[in-house]
């Protein structure tokens, strides 16, 4: 069967929730993979939750064009470590690892997405993460910034807004708790949104909530995807 593109078209809004599609076994290893976009089989750009399976492990491999990391529960590992739940981690473009789990984990994971220039290597434990708090109660951590693109997480008690400028278009990952936006659509941990205008949602927080935030990317992410 031929393969067709997953959302990779970033001009469109997509909403993908829990139970919206199948995890799909990975063929190098005992892991298991829920696409959210994907550009073609086993390389380009893409974007995905990534479940290692109690010992699982990769073989050694490089990233062409580098991998982010965001670990979501259990531990991941490599050759640098042990990374626990709420760990954020860059691969630069042209980087080699050899990832293993030893009790298992779940992962987002985005591959070949760096900007062009954008090298830093990061391997940030839940420790090293500075939380800066508002009036409101809202906390926010910057993960990453690189020129105009930022990733951050973003904790929000129940019943506030996100702390979300209204131009704002990129990605959402709803971590913890839910959420809910200005057309009253619920939105529970591991839902996945993508939107241009996403700034516009008017998203609030329906219980304690917890969300990664990537801002500023997806002109230069369809336009990478338009020309390779």
């Known amino acids: 069967m031929a393969f067709t593109p997953l959302n990779m078209d970033r001009s469109k809004a997509v909403v993908v929730r829990p139970g919206d599609q199948a995890w799909l076994a990975a063929p190098q290893a005992p892991v298991k993979r829920w696409p959210l976009e994907r550009e073609a089989p086993e390389q380009g750009?893409?974007?995905?939750?990534?479940?290692?399976?109690?010992?699982?492990?990769?073989p050694r491999h490089?990233?062409?064009q580098?991998?982010?990391?965001?670990v979501l529960d259990g531990?991941?590992?490599?050759?640098?470590?042990?990374?626990?739940?709420?760990?954020?981690l860059r691969h630069p473009a042209g980087s080699?690892?050899?990832?293993?789990?030893?009790?298992?984990?779940?992962l987002f994971v985005k591959l070949n997405q760096f900007a062009s220039g954008d090298s830093?290597?990061?391997r940030l434990h839940p420790q090293h993460l500075v939380w800066v708090p508002d009036a409101l109660g809202r906390e926010q951590a910057e993960l990453h910034r690189y020129g105009l693109e930022l990733t951050l997480l973003?904790?929000?008690?129940?019943g506030q807004p996100l702390?979300?400028?209204s131009a704002a278009g990129g990605e959402l990952l709803v971590l913890t708790g839910q959420l809910v936006d200005a057309a009253g659509e619920s939105y529970p941990a591991l839902s996945w949104v993508r939107d241009p205008q996403l700034g516009m949602g008017g998203w609030r927080a329906v219980t304690d909530c917890r969300v990664l935030l990537k801002l500023g990317s997806l002109r230069r992410l369809q336009q990478s995807a338009t020309t390779d």
């Open 66 to 70: 580098g991998e982010e990391i965001l």
């Open 154 to 158: 973003q904790h929000c008690p129940a």
């Open 62 to 64: 490089r990233h062409p």
């Open 120 to 122: 830093a290597l990061l």
């Open 75 to 88: 531990v991941f590992s490599d050759d640098s470590g042990d990374y626990p739940a709420g760990s954020y």
């Open 96 to 106: 080699e690892h050899t990832p293993f789990s030893r009790p298992g984990c779940v």
């Open 45 to 58: 750009q893409v974007t995905s939750l990534v479940e290692y399976l109690p010992a699982a492990e990769f």
């Open 163 to 165: 702390l979300l400028d």
